[in-house]
């Protein structure tokens, strides 16, 4: 089955800082990529649609100076936290939508900012 | 506009009973339905989908769906609970007339306890 990768898997850093999480589909190609964050117990959040070659879409109240993405080729995209503060700590988790579009999730990335 | 539903926030059921888990759904056209389960600290897993075709499902791990279109639901089910099925469900849903890469809806999830 498709496999999504994420890392790191789990980053401290401290606050003004920039962190770098990267998605990876590992054994097929990935147009579109979704970033979703997700607060403890509860559900999932859409960031944005990260886009090969082009520009990501951000969903509506999402900064896109801070969350910046880049999806540079059709196995990887990225998700920079730009002056990581600890409002921003949280769980960060990539997806890629397979055949039949159903979305194949990378494990998740835990960012916390001290 | 899309939209899913699942009206409980928990389940509780005993060990080895029978479990359902609730979904409703709306979308205008036809939809395409998912069921997903996160473990704890961990990314979420595909459980089963509905494209077309036969209303239930047969997923992973013992657990199917059956998809009612008059009341636009999508129940997850399964004979005989297991304690290690405690974990997060999310169903998810898109329109038939969506592009591939279109987002799909998620609803906010239910945690589903299996008591030994």
């Known amino acids: 089955g498709a496999v999504v990768s994420q890392h790191p898997s789990w980053v401290i850093c401290k606050s003004g800082t920039s962190v770098k999480i990267e998605c990876r589909s590992l054994?097929?190609?990935?147009?579109?990529m979704f970033w979703y964050r997700q607060f403890p117990k509860q559900s999932l959040m859409l960031m944005a649609t990260?886009?090969?070659?082009?520009?990501?879409?951000?969903e509506q109240g999402v900064e896109k100076d801070k969350f910046l993405i880049n999806h540079a080729s059709l196995t990887l995209s990225t998700l920079t936290v730009t002056s990581a503060h600890p409002e921003d700590s949280s769980f960060y988790i990539c997806?890629?939508?397979?055949?039949?579009?159903?979305?194949?999730f990378g494990p998740g990335t835990r960012l916390t900012v001290t | 506009a899309q939209s899913v539903a699942q009206p409980e926030d928990q389940v509780n059921v005993a060990e080895g009973n029978p479990l359902t888990v609730k979904c409703t759904y709306s979308?205008?056209?036809?939809?395409?339905l998912f069921w997903y389960v996160q473990y704890p600290n961990r990314g979420l897993q595909f459980l089963l989908k509905?494209?077309?075709?036969?209303?239930l499902v047969k997923g992973s791990y013992g657990f199917e769906a059956e998809f009612n279109k008059s009341q636009t639901s999508f129940h997850l089910k399964k004979p005989s609970a297991l304690v290690s099925d405690s974990a997060l469900y999310f169903c998810?849903?898109?329109?038939?007339?969506?592009?591939?890469?279109?987002?799909?809806?998620f609803g906010k999830g239910t945690r589903l306890h299996i008591l030994p």
């Open positions: 997806s890629a939508p397979g055949q039949w579009w159903e979305q194949y």
């Open positions: 054994d097929f190609q990935a147009t579109t």
């Open positions: 990260s886009n090969e070659g082009s520009k990501a879409t951000y």
């Open positions: 979308v205008s056209g036809n939809p395409y």
């Open positions: 509905y494209i077309t075709g036969d209303n």
């Open positions: 998810a849903v898109r329109d038939e007339g969506a592009n591939r890469d279109d987002k799909i809806i």
